[in-house]
Every structure is written in C-alpha cells, then in structure tokens.
C-alpha cells in the first residue's frame, strides 16, 4: 500500500476481528488492534489464522494496544466486538474515530447500529457489515476459519444520508479493501434488508445450538430438528416482509442447502453459552421480536427459542 493508505482501526480482536484485521494487514494496509484480555500473548506470538480456505496465517508483530488512549485516530474502524459491548465500546469509537471516519459494525442481529449511533460525532459515517463465516476463536490471538468469509455492507448513517451515490463509493471503498485482502464483499442498498436476511440464519442455527449443544450437521440430520429449523426461518421471513424487507420465497431452503455444505460448525452463540459469556439475546432476539411486534406479526418459534436463552443464563448467571 502507498503511503496515503488510509489507516484501519480494529475494535474486538476475536474471531471476526481478528480474521478480518489479519487479513487486512497481509494485503499491506495500516491495521492497528485494540485489545484487553488477550494483548500480552498478541504481543508475544503475533496474530494466527489457522484457515481452511487459505492455510495457516501468522501475523508476526501486529500494532496492538492495551488502551485506546495509546491508539492513533483511524480512518476506518471496523468493530468486531460482540454487539453485548457495545455500550462500553461506543465511547471508545468516537474517541478513535478521526474527522470523517468510517465505523463498520460487523456484528450480529438487529438495531445494533441504532445503539451506537448518538454516541458518535455528526461527522462520523456508521455502516454496517454483515459476516458470512464460519470462524471461531480456540486460543488467545488464535482464530479457526473453517469456511467463508465474505461481508456484505450496508450504509446506515452519517454525512452522505440521503446522497445514494455518496453512499456507494464509501461501501465501494470498503468493499475494494476487502476484495484486495482476499474477502469477497459487496453492497447492500439496503442494510435492513441485509441484517434481516442474516438473521433468517442466525435465530435458528445460533439458538437451538446453545440450546441442544448441536452443530450445524446434528441440526440438519434430524427431520424433526430441521423442521423447526425451517420454521423459524419462515417466521423471520415473514416479519421481514411486513417490515417492507422482502426475502424471496425459496430463501429458507437455499439457507438449509448451503448450512449442509458446510463442514459441522458451531455458532458463536454455542461458543458464547459454554463459556459462560453473555449471549446476544437482545440484538438476534428482543429486537426483531420487538420490530415485529409493533406490525402485529408474531413469532411465535422464535419467542420461545428467546425465552429458553433468557433461561438459560440467568441460570448460569451469564
């Protein structure tokens, strides 16, 4: 990259940062990661993608930080952090973000944009990315990438609202550094649209896995669990429409056809509920609900699958 690249922030080094920064920063660009946890052994062993699409991935002497205070303003900030953060992440991004910055939210469910959005400079664009992949974190700076990895984009505020054509070159600009690091990644013209068509995936497969400790492959192996699987993705379907975002009608089935291509894979919210970690019931559950709620659609499935998740941790007082 020249010397005018612009600089790239990342916020939440796990799995989708971590993937996604390490790449960014092998095809040459100004990447620098802010860490908590996990920043003595980055410092010592660097960053490592163990990949099954790209081999293994080592990142030797990443630019990382402890604290954000320490870390220089970025053009882009890609947040990578678990939508469960975001109330402490919001004052961190608007302390990083440099005139004009583009913050890209790469994380799971509905409304996490709406969230961060009054905590940011008028100045500031917010887009919204929505990962497909599967990848997950098994050590400290360690990422395990099984499949995928494209992003779709979708602008959702900030100076160029209501400019189309301003709006296409910013995701543009992010989809060409994607595409340059080796990520697939296109636009969306509508990030609603998109947030809706992940969760179609993301409501069955991250719930009943936590719930039954199954992967992908179990879940879809079963007739009777891939029956609910379906339903549920017909329910979100169903709300997404009389939200104005139309899926096509054979959506459910090609999501069910390419999980089974897939190799077995666990979902983060698996990962999430045997770690004790907070889930992101709020983001893929209570905000759709809620946003379907208000049309007079109900979800009946998927409210269930809710108030199971909300049972679970408070049992585990995750």
Not at 211 to 236: C, F, N, P, W, Y
Not at 275 to 280: A, I, S, T, V
Request: net charge negative; aromatic share 6%; hydrophobic share 45%.
């Amino acid at each position: 990259m020249s010397a005018v690249s612009p600089r790239i922030g990342i916020i939440g080094t796990g799995a989708i940062g971590g993937f996604y920064g390490l790449m960014l920063a092998r095809a040459g660009y100004d990447v620098h990661f802010l860490l908590r946890s996990e920043y003595a052994a980055v410092c010592e062993r660097g960053l490592q993608v163990n990949s099954a699409v790209h081999g293994t991935l080592q990142l030797e002497r990443p630019q990382v930080y402890r604290d954000a205070a320490q870390m220089p303003a970025c053009d882009w900030l890609l947040v990578g952090a678990k939508s469960t953060s975001n109330e402490a992440l919001a004052p961190i991004i608007a302390q990083l973000a440099a005139p004009d910055c583009k913050v890209v939210v790469l994380q799971n469910g509905l409304g996490v944009e709406d969230a961060i959005r009054p905590f940011l400079p008028d100045t500031v664009h917010l887009l919204g990315g929505l990962c497909a992949i599967c990848a997950h974190r098994s050590a400290p700076g360690v990422v395990e990438h099984q499949a995928l990895g494209g992003v779709n984009l979708g602008y959702h505020s900030g100076p160029a609202g209501g400019d189309e054509q301003a709006q296409l070159a910013l995701l543009n600009a992010m989809v060409e550094m994607f595409r340059q690091a080796g990520v697939d990644s296109s636009p969306m013209p509508s990030l609603a649209q998109a947030r809706w068509m992940k969760l179609v995936w993301n409501v069955p497969f991250n719930g009943l896995s936590a719930l039954l400790d199954a992967g992908t492959e179990s879940l879809l192996s079963s007739d009777h669990s891939r029956a609910q699987v379906k339903a549920i993705m017909q329910e979100v379907c169903t709300a997404a429409h009389a939200l104005g975002c139309s899926l096509p009608e054979d959506f459910p089935e090609k999501l069910l056809m390419g999980t089974a291509r897939m190799p077995d894979y666990l979902p983060s919210m698996y990962h999430d509920r045997f770690q004790n970690r907070p889930m992101e019931l709020e983001a893929i559950y209570a905000a759709p609900l809620a946003a379907a709620a208000q049309t007079g659609v109900s979800m009946p499935r998927t409210e269930m699958l809710y108030h199971l998740l909300r049972f679970l941790e408070q049992r585990t007082g995750g």
